[in-house]
């Protein structure tokens, strides 16, 4: 996470309406306080419109670590 620069970095699944696959990719956020509370390895559940913009997400209930 980038709280200066409004930028988070995430694995996601596939995003249809991107038509994009999985991946990890740096998506920029329309408000650092949306960051707010979350840590690296948190899992979350997000929506992306459009210019690559995080646009809302809520944490899931139970937060789980990935390795890479």
Do not use: C, Y
Request: charged share 35%; net charge positive; glycine share 8%.
């Amino acid at each position: 996470m980038d709280l200066e620069a409004k930028k988070v970095t995430l694995r996601h699944g596939p995003i249809p309406n991107l038509e994009m696959p999985d991946m990890t990719m740096v998506f920029q956020v329309l408000d650092e306080k949306m960051l707010d509370g979350l840590k690296p390895g948190d899992k979350v559940r997000f929506k992306a419109e459009g210019r690559w913009r995080v646009h809302g997400h809520r944490r899931r209930a139970r937060p789980v670590r990935v390795s890479v």
